[in-house]
């Protein structure tokens, strides 16, 4: 069965820059898509960004310029990377499946100076 | 860029209604639109795809409708676990979030 595990620092400094990992099993990234997905505290849910399974990226206007989504397919592994971050980062980061249906339980992740 | 407004916000329903939320596209997306329930301290789950395909598992008292800029969920004879935010998506291209509606019961 498809499993996905979102794994992070739990703390971040602002201006510093965010890695928060997620690890696959059930399914292989390079036939399916994986998302990215946040939840700020008590808002609602913002696309991030997907990397597909020819490895091509599409990612969140607001958000392309400080983003970057990639993978290691022999961990099966999806990374999402942010650089300049904020308290207003701060959220729940999840990954899921392509399709939308298989998402991980997410990470907390607090920015704060 | 694609801008989904869910309406209402919230809602207070009692067991057994029905109730209908709104989804509003500001173009035409075709029937890209999915519906996803999400309960506190849970990863959303999905319900409805394409606009009107309940996926596996979902209760046929959850319905989906709509084409172009103007979708809805209804729920037909709502239950006490039905209590959650729902939040329509833009899928395909920009995978855009409406803001959700928080259905509650009284």
């Known amino acids: 069965q498809v499993q996905m595990k979102e794994t992070g620092p739990g703390l971040v400094q602002t201006t510093q820059t965010l890695s928060v990992t997620c690890t696959v099993s059930?399914?292989?990234?390079?036939?399916?898509?994986v998302h990215w997905v946040r939840q700020a505290p008590g808002k609602g849910l913002e696309w991030m960004g997907i990397?597909?399974?020819?490895?091509?990226?599409n990612y969140n206007s607001a958000l392309k310029s400080r983003l970057s989504i990639s993978r290691d397919t022999s961990k099966s592994q999806v990374f999402l990377t942010m650089n300049s971050l904020q308290t207003d980062d701060t959220a729940v980061y999840y990954c899921?499946?392509?399709?939308?249906?298989?998402w991980g339980q997410g990470v907390m992740v607090t920015v704060s100076s | 860029n694609i801008v989904m407004t869910q309406s209402p916000k919230s809602m207070s329903i009692s067991v057994g209604d029905r109730v209908t939320m709104n989804c509003k596209a500001s173009?035409?997306?075709?029937?890209?639109i999915a519906w996803y329930q999400q309960k506190p301290g849970q990863s959303p789950k999905l319900l409805i795809y394409?606009?009107?395909n309940r996926y596996t598992g979902v209760p046929d008292r959850f319905t989906g409708g709509g084409y172009g800029t103007d979708f809805t969920l209804t729920i037909n004879s709502v239950q006490a676990e039905d209590a959650a935010f729902y939040y329509c998506?833009?899928?395909?291209?920009?995978?855009?979030f409406g803001g959700g509606t928080k259905l509650e019961l009284k």
């Open positions: 998506q833009r899928i395909y291209n920009s995978w855009t």
């Open positions: 394409y606009a009107s």
């Open positions: 059930g399914f292989s990234l390079t036939s399916y898509g």
């Open positions: 990397i597909w399974g020819d490895g091509s990226t």
């Open positions: 173009q035409n997306v075709g029937n890209n």
């Open positions: 899921a499946e392509g399709t939308m249906v298989h």
